[in-house]
């Protein structure tokens, strides 16, 4: 357990809507990561941070923002949803330089109807 | 730049049969490569690294991996299936030079099936 959890774990919403979640950390970890997970896409990099307002774009990150204000939150804004941000949302944490492996948090289920 | 290709999305065992998934990647450095294994409705799970020390890894649950770098490939290996194994695996580059961000970049999957 690396000490992730992610919430709401599941949601529903309608288009148009903007949305929020919220990843939290309790071991006070440098980097984290937001994905997204389709089926047969794998997992795909939305945005990340490597510090406390230190943020950069993965490779899907149209669509969405993230903020961390504090080390141990890094939150996901949806400012709009749309139907094709239906997905399982994965944050993750890495240790530091010297550790790639990341750790995954529990996931949240977001349909957007 | 970092790719994974997973060359199956589906392999299914029999229960005590051996388990081959098959991963070959692309990456501009020397790499760190990783498994994950993701049961249904479950987070994503750290199985093995490989961090250019030993080339052949051993993970948990009996699973182990083997870098070739000749033919650029990492795959996984078990033994002896278990039912318990069935579940979706991921393998994963990460760019390890010149970069301290750390991104990974995952292939789509093997679904692994385990029969009675």
């Known amino acids: 357990d690396a000490g992730i959890t992610q919430s709401p774990r599941h949601k529903v919403t309608e288009t148009g809507t903007p949305v929020t979640l919220r990843c939290h950390q309790t071991?006070?970890?440098?980097?984290m990561y937001w994905y997204r997970q389709d089926p047969g896409h794998g997992l795909r990099l939305i945005h990340y941070?490597?510090?406390?307002?230190?943020?950069d774009k993965g490779e899907v990150s149209d669509g969405y923002s993230v903020s961390r204000s504090k080390t141990e939150d890094f939150l996901l804004t949806l400012e709009s949803a749309t139907s094709s941000q239906t997905s399982v949302y994965f944050c993750?944490?890495?240790?530091?330089?010297?550790?790639?492996?990341?750790?995954f948090g529990p996931g949240t289920r977001l349909t957007v109807l | 730049a970092q790719s994974v290709t997973q060359l199956d999305s589906h392999v299914s065992v029999s229960e005590g049969t051996p388990v081959l998934l098959r991963c070959n990647y692309s990456?501009?450095?020397?790499?760190?490569l990783f498994w994950y294994v993701q049961h249904p409705n479950k987070g994503l799970q750290l199985l093995l690294k490989?961090?250019?020390?030993?080339?052949l890894v051993k993970g948990i649950n009996g699973f182990e991996a083997e870098f070739k770098k000749s033919e650029t490939s990492f795959h996984l290996t078990k033994p002896s299936a278990h039912m318990s194994d069935a579940a979706e695996y991921f393998c994963?580059?990460?760019?390890?030079?010149?970069?301290?961000?750390?991104?990974?970049?995952f292939g789509r999957g093997t679904q692994l099936t385990v029969w009675p």
């Open positions: 993750a944490i890495r240790e530091g330089e010297g550790h790639n492996e990341q750790f």
């Open positions: 071991e006070n970890h440098r980097y």
């Open positions: 941070s490597y510090g406390v307002k230190d943020t």
């Open positions: 990456s501009s450095y020397s790499p760190s």
């Open positions: 490989y961090t250019s020390a030993a080339t």
């Open positions: 994963v580059v990460s760019d390890t030079r010149g970069s301290t961000l750390g991104r990974l970049y």
